[in-house]
């Protein structure tokens, strides 16, 4: 007679542990939503735009990356920012390669010009926490090997900047974000520079109920049975909630204050389960006096970006997924030490939406298209200090050319309305010159810049920028 293993532990479509310690991650939910589970293959030639790869790491442990490498057609030489990435899951379900993830940051890749290295990490309740933390300062550690001619992986020593590297992650994989740079600040990672940190609506908990997990909409991607469960499964044998990778604001943590940081750039959405418990870490980091701006999307929940139907189905969650991935296409080399990203808030109120990063220069790459017989064009970005912007035309032979220059701002009021009033009297002068623009020559413009200041909701300054791009003759 065969002995049916008994299942001793069950998340709810998907996974279950059974009596022997082994685990059946086969989804079990409904099939409608199954495809954004199932593994994409990697893809040597360029698929809209992307080609894709996974490595082994290290051979003895068998760790593995994907590699996402967006195809150039400018025969450019430039090196490419690489975003490091760590995927969610609760510790413990999800790989680097599902569709939810390939969708998404293959379309991060084409619209940053950026190389993604996602990790695949290992999962609880085998491989109980901290082994993801350390599986993913390992994998940067591997980075930090290539920078230093320590092994080699063409398509990142051949293409990959290694003073522009971030880490992103996912729910979770935010958690591992914070880790990882908490570890990267304790050791030399020359000449690997890492420039910004990006925890997208990590797993910050506490081990009571917040008022937001009290009150918000539970969803099928977040749960209170699906936080107790996973994290349950996950975190050391005898440890609760409060553990310093689940509550890094918490008493059993490190204090923010005294940890070495990167920038970060912290994103949160408003209707999250547990919206409460992120914001604690925000004001952490805020009270340990660390470089940290904070991005909001509004009316969605956790990881809404990741789920396909919703994005294709609902106006609300398409939009800020528009928003999240068009600003994440690069609002500059971010904060006062160059950040890299403002990610996903206001690129899409550029012109066209588009934008790169020039490292050498600093500056913020705008491209634009000169409607036809339009004499000017009105545009907002929300900015940060020390950041500088410029232009790029969209092509050699036609498009128009925007120029911001604001370069080494820090925003006091005094220079916003010094700028102000320059600005107003330069574009009425430049309004009043009588000019033609040669039939061969395409049309150029000139930017002119009003800035001020204001504060959000939740006390922060926002540093907004409108420009009024004016069309004019021969500015080459």
């Known amino acids: 007679m065969v002995h049916e293993k008994q299942v001793i532990e069950e998340v709810s479509g998907w996974l279950r542990v059974f009596e022997d310690g082994s685990v059946d991650r086969t989804w079990t939910g409904p099939l409608e939503v199954k495809f954004m589970a199932e593994p994409v293959p990697p893809h040597d030639d360029f698929i809209d735009g992307v080609a894709v790869k996974d490595v082994v790491a290290d051979e003895k442990s068998g760790s593995r990356l994907r590699i996402y490498l967006p195809e150039r057609n400018d025969n450019s030489v430039n090196k490419l920012p690489v975003i490091f990435h760590f995927h969610g899951g609760g510790f413990c379900i999800s790989q680097a390669d599902w569709f939810m993830y390939y969708t998404v940051y293959t379309r991060l890749v084409r619209v940053a010009n950026a190389i993604i290295v996602s990790v695949f990490i290992p999962l609880a309740p085998e491989h109980r926490l901290p082994a993801a933390c350390d599986a ?15 092994g080699h992986e063409p398509w990142l020593n051949d293409h990959a900047d290694f003073n522009r590297v971030f880490l992103i992650g996912d729910s979770s994989g935010g958690n591992i974000v914070h880790q990882v740079a908490v570890k990267s600040g304790e050791v030399n990672l020359s000449p690997m520079r890492l420039a910004g940190a990006l925890p997208i609506h990590p797993g910050f908990v506490r081990s009571y109920r917040s008022k ?17 469960e996973f994290l349950g ?14 509550c890094p604001m918490g008493d059993a943590a490190p204090a923010v204050k005294e940890l070495n940081l990167p920038p970060y750039l912290y994103c949160v959405a408003e209707k999250d389960l547990i919206k409460d418990t992120e914001m604690e870490f925000y004001e952490a980091m805020k009270k340990g ?14 990881s809404f970006y990741l789920n396909k139907i919703a994005v294709k189905m609902d ?16 609002k500059g080399e971010y904060l006062s030490n160059c950040f890299f990203f403002s990610f996903w808030s206001t690129l899409s109120i550029c012109l066209e939406k588009e934008a790169q990063v020039s490292n050498r220069t600093r500056q913020l790459m705008l491209i634009s298209k000169q409607k036809e017989g339009e004499e000017k064009q009105n ?38 309305l010094v700028l102000s009033l320059t600005s107003w009297c330069l574009t009425s002068f430049l309004k009043s010159i009588p000019h033609e623009i040669p ?30 791009a004016v069309k004019f003759a021969l500015i080459h």
């Open 289 to 302: 006096e660390k470089d940290v701006e904070l991005f909001i999307n509004n009316g969605v929940g956790h």
């Open 315 to 330: 106006p609300v969650t398409g939009s800020e997924t528009e928003k999240l991935l068009e600003s994440g296409s690069i």
């Open 233 to 246: 499964l996950a975190l050391p044998v005898g440890s609760n909630k409060d553990h310093p990778i689940t």
């Open 379 to 416: 545009f907002q970005l929300l900015l940060c200090s020390q950041v500088s912007f410029s232009s790029k035309p969209l092509s050699l032979s036609s498009g128009s050319k925007l120029l911001v220059s604001l370069s080494g701002f820090w925003f006091p009021f005094l220079c916003s």
């Open 439 to 468: 039939p061969d020559s395409p049309p150029s413009i000139i930017v002119m810049v009003y800035p001020f200041i204001k504060l959000n909701e939740y006390g922060q300054h926002e540093y907004v920028l409108t420009a009024h």
């Open 212 to 228: 937001s997990e009290l009150e918000q909409e539970q969803t099928p991607f977040l749960n209170l049975d699906m936080v107790d």
């Open 136 to 150: 993913g300062f390992d994998a940067l550690l591997w980075l930090r090997d290539l920078s230093r001619k320590q």
